[in-house]
């Protein structure tokens, strides 16, 4: 059994009771429905950011296309922002990256696409908050897709901070990308290997980081706790949101067992607050912009955890259309 399958299987086996039923209803017009139906039930107006998910996905890995992805970096970035008091934002207009300032230095969740972008708009916008960005000490990259390590070996060279992966998605890195472009920079060398429940602490602040394989089957979400003026608040960052994969059953049910995983989890931690690595998903330039506004009293970005877990049935209610839509196919 490989890494990959035995990873798969352990998650399976030892999801919450919630998790895939072996006693579904065959695929049918009915079930997709019903799971499109359910997925629009949990959006309700407030997440309709999520909704795209349920949309038809192809039957094969997408290849890239490198005007539109170029398109997508050049469009201009937002300006780096707080978003709680000791969270940043630091990422481009389609990309995030987050940066969690702790007593003893910088954890970086991601890394945009480039050396290039690095150096502007996460070097750059940490100084433009106030942080020195060589007081980076770690690197979270939720999974192994360009646009998130594609900055992480700029700023290893300049900074030295040690860059925590899945082993899965190290082993992609080193075998065979998924996707490539000359718009994304080499992958890091393997250093961290993190283990589902792992935890990466600096200073006074720790991150656990959850396995939630699906959009990569080592993508990592991690989850730790902030404060906005002096209320404490839990945040989860969903590691890999798109089925940019294929007819690839293995990781849809991956996808849905990990959503039902982490809603249980969501409800047993008390976490209020969704950020995303894609700007598109919980819509953080806008937050980011009413946080600017003098008037707004609320942080934004505090969903309440009932919210948190409407967004993660969202991710597995369109999984499961998406599955029944390749079974109807006959792609089983």
């Known amino acids: 059994m490989n890494r990959t399958t035995l990873l798969l299987a352990t ?11 072996l006693a579904a209803p065959p695929a049918s017009d009915a079930t997709v429905k019903a799971h499109l139906d359910a997925a629009a039930e949990a959006a309700s107006s407030d997440l309709k950011s ?41 990422g481009d207009a389609w990309v995030s990256a987050w940066a969690l300032d702790t007593s003893d230095g910088i954890i970086l969740i991601d890394t945009l696409n480039s050396g290039k972008e690095a150096a502007k708009l996460i070097e750059g916008g940490l100084r433009q908050v106030g942080l020195d960005p060589a ?20 700023l290893v060279e300049r900074y030295h901070p040690r860059v925590v992966m899945s082993d899965a998605d190290w082993t ?77 059953f293995g990781r ?14 969501v409800g047993q931690q008390h976490i209020d ?5 894609h700007s598109g998903v919980d819509e953080a330039p806008a937050k980011l912009a009413r946080l600017r506004d003098p008037q707004t009293s609320a942080d934004p970005f505090v969903l309440g955890t009932p919210t948190v877990q409407r967004a993660l049935t969202v991710m597995g209610e369109c999984a499961q259309a998406q599955r029944d839509r390749f079974t109807l196919q006959g792609l089983k």
């Open 50 to 90: 999520l909704i795209h998910l349920c949309d038809p996905a192809p039957a094969t890995r997408p290849k890239g296309d490198d005007h539109a992805l170029e398109a997508l970096i050049d469009k201009p970035a937002p300006p780096p922002a707080k978003a709680f008091d000791r969270l940043y934002f630091v």
């Open 11 to 21: 998650l399976l086996t030892s999801a919450a009771p919630s998790a895939i039923s």
């Open 252 to 265: 849809l049910d991956a996808y849905i067992t990990s959503t039902k995983r982490l809603r249980d989890l």
């Open 135 to 154: 007081r980076i000490k770690y690197i979270i990259v939720t999974h192994g897709h360009g646009d998130h390590y594609g900055g992480a070996n700029y």
């Open 273 to 277: 607050v969704l950020i995303s690595n």
């Open 172 to 248: 992609m890195m080193e075998t065979k990308l998924e996707f490539e472009t000359p718009l994304w920079d080499a992958p890091p060398k393997r250093d961290i290997v993190a283990k589902d429940g792992d935890t990466v602490t600096l200073g006074d602040t720790s991150v656990t980081l959850y396995l939630t394989p699906g959009h990569t089957m080592g993508t990592i979400s991690p989850v730790f706790d902030v404060t906005w003026r002096g209320e404490k608040h839990r945040v989860l960052e969903w590691g890999g949101t798109g089925f940019n994969f294929g007819a690839d």
